[in-house]
Structures are given as structure tokens and as C-alpha cells.
Nanobody, 118 residues
């Protein structure tokens, strides 16, 4: 499976951006779909996840109520809507696909850079 992340760019603080992750080579149904990010000089951290079975969503405390993860089965694509962006959201964002039961991510996209200016 290949994941292609896109949609990153420069946004002002308080603004919005939508990241996309298109999957090819595999359709996701029972998988877990995730977004992670890595800021300069920091380790990669979890941002949000969506379980294919049941559709439950999970968010890091730092992004709750500002970010929304969603999916479009017809397009085999999932998204991360970023609202009320903050400078501390600046990072390379990675999408990932994993086993819905174990929660282990085994496929990763190449990353897309989000820069939030103050």
C-alpha cells in the first residue's frame, strides 16, 4: 500500500487547512487511520486516529476541538481538518494506516509540511 499525503502549506494563526491522505494498493475498511506530526527538534507524536470499525475517533489533548479526522471510502482517502491553527502546530504531518485490532501502524505516507505563522 502507498499513502500520499498532501495539503500542507503556510497558514496564519487562527486559520484553517485540510490535509489529505490518499491510499493506493489497498482499501481501508477495518484499518485504523492515523495522523502524526514531527516538529523541528522533536520526536514524532500522535495527533489523531479513526477506527474503521465503529468509526471511533481519538485525538491528542493538544488538538482536541481544533482538529477533525475523517474519511471518504469512495475516494480511499482520509483527511485531517486543522482549524484555529496555532504556531505550535508547525510540523511535518504524516498519515499512517494500521491494523484496527492491534493498533499497530504498518504503512506511512511521506509527510507534508504545515507552517503556522504568528
Amino acid at each position: 500500500v502507498q499513502l500520499q499525503a498532501s495539503g500542507g502549506g503556510l497558514v496564519q494563526a487562527g486559520g484553517s487547512l485540510r490535509l489529505s491522505c490518499a491510499a493506493s494498493g489497498r482499501t481501508f475498511s477495518d484499518d485504523i487511520l492515523g495522523w502524526f506530526r514531527q516538529a523541528p527538534g522533536k520526536e514524532r507524536e500522535f495527533v489523531a486516529a479513526l477506527k474503521g470499525t465503529g468509526g471511533g475517533t481519538y485525538y491528542a489533548d493538544s488538538v482536541k476541538a481544533r482538529f477533525t479526522i475523517s474519511r471518504d471510502y469512495a475516494k480511499n482517502t482520509f483527511y485531517l481538518q486543522i482549524d484555529s491553527a496555532k504556531p505550535e502546530d508547525t510540523a511535518v504531518y504524516y498519515c499512517a494506516l494500521g491494523d484496527g485490532t492491534s493498533g499497530h501502524y504498518d504503512s506511512w505516507g511521506q509527510g507534508t509540511l504545515v507552517t503556522v505563522s504568528s
